[in-house]
């Protein structure tokens, strides 16, 4: 077999929200404030962009499910030709022109917005980016290494939970400008990345999703199918205080 990509996925309510407000994206596919405890594991050719995606809709703003599946279906439609760092920039100033547009035409949608952290998979390196605290790691043998940054505070002593994001696209009343984190990172057979919003990130450690991550690892032509099962299944147990949004990515040989 070529050298391909598998993504394993999927989005969940929780247990506590009453809807889904998550959107995801791999590749031309899109997940979008829906709800599935079933990882769907898909496989893409390494060579052509690909990018993988989680969009996190604000709470406590209106339209959350709203901006983040414009964004989630903004990047797939631009996913092929975002081919290096300042096409994933351009393409994040598009997405959030283009959620203040929709908010301005409707006045229930007044600053919706949403998070975004995903990356951009082509021949030899990844195209790493965010907007907020959704988070991208790269999964090592020694654990995870977070690639992205956090727009947010740093937690107050004793919560593992952060209290605002600083930086999102759409959000506000007026349209802002937004600095996004892309960086490039180099890309080889074996290399494993977790994208996933806080959902599962703030009730869950680090520590213990690079644990489950060891324990659950499978077959290469299989995904990650259960591993993505087993991190979902370690936020429920923690609470489910969020939407959870995951997805594993595996480059294979």
Same mark, same amino acid.
Request: glycine share 10%; charged share 20%.
């Given at each position: 077999?070529?050298?391909?990509?598998?993504?394993?996925?999927?989005?969940? =309510?929780?247990?506590?929200?009453?809807?889904?407000?998550?959107? &995801?994206?791999?590749?031309? +596919?899109?997940?979008?404030?829906?709800?599935?405890? $079933?990882?769907?594991?898909?496989?893409?050719?390494?060579?052509?962009?690909?990018?993988?995606?989680?969009?996190?809709?604000?709470?406590?703003?209106?339209?959350?499910?709203?901006?983040? *599946? @414009?964004? *989630?279906? #903004? @990047?797939?439609?631009?996913?092929?030709?975002?081919?290096?760092? #300042?096409?994933?920039?351009?393409?994040?100033?598009?997405?959030?022109?283009?959620?203040?547009?929709?908010?301005?035409?409707?006045?229930?949608?007044?600053?919706?917005? /949403? /998070?975004?952290?995903? &990356?951009?998979?082509? *021949?030899?390196?990844?195209?790493?980016?965010?907007?907020?605290? !959704?988070?991208?790691?790269?999964?090592?043998?020694?654990?995870?290494?977070?690639?992205?940054?956090?727009?947010?505070?740093?937690? !107050?002593?004793?919560?593992?939970?952060?209290?605002?994001?600083?930086? !999102?696209?759409?959000?506000?009343?007026?349209?802002?400008?937004? =600095?996004?984190?892309?960086?490039?990172?180099?890309?080889?057979?074996?290399?494993?990345?977790?994208?996933?919003?806080?959902?599962? /990130?703030?009730?869950?450690?680090?520590?213990?999703?690079?644990?489950?991550?060891?324990?659950?690892?499978?077959?290469?032509?299989?995904?990650?199918?259960?591993?993505?099962?087993?991190? +979902?299944?370690?936020?429920? #147990?923690?609470?489910?205080?969020? $939407?959870?949004?995951?997805?594993?990515?595996?480059?294979?040989?």
């Amino acid at each position: 077999m070529a050298a391909y990509i598998a993504v394993s996925a999927l989005s969940h =309510e929780g247990l506590v929200r009453e809807r889904n407000e998550d959107s &995801l994206t791999v590749g031309p +596919w899109t997940l979008c404030a829906t709800v599935t405890t $079933n990882p769907q594991t898909l496989l893409f050719p390494l060579g052509v962009p690909c990018v993988v995606a989680v969009a996190d809709g604000l709470g406590g703003h209106p339209g959350g499910e709203v901006a983040s *599946a @414009l964004v *989630a279906r #903004e @990047l797939a439609a631009v996913g092929p030709v975002m081919d290096g760092e #300042e096409a994933v920039r351009d393409a994040l100033q598009s997405c959030n022109r283009a959620v203040f547009a929709a908010a301005a035409g409707d006045p229930g949608l007044a600053a919706m917005g /949403t /998070t975004v952290a995903g &990356l951009v998979l082509l *021949a030899d390196h990844a195209v790493v980016f965010n907007v907020g605290d !959704s988070r991208v790691y790269r999964v090592t043998d020694d654990g995870l290494r977070r690639v992205s940054v956090d727009d947010s505070p740093p937690p !107050s002593p004793g919560r593992r939970t952060t209290a605002m994001v600083t930086q !999102s696209l759409g959000g506000s009343f007026g349209l802002t400008f937004v =600095e996004p984190h892309v960086r490039s990172a180099p890309l080889a057979a074996g290399d494993r990345f977790l994208v996933c919003s806080d959902g599962l /990130t703030d009730p869950v450690p680090e520590q213990e999703l690079a644990e489950l991550l060891a324990r659950h690892r499978t077959d290469v032509e299989r995904g990650d199918g259960r591993a993505a099962f087993e991190l +979902w299944k370690a936020a429920i #147990e923690a609470g489910g205080p969020d $939407n959870i949004t995951l997805a594993l990515v595996r480059i294979g040989a």
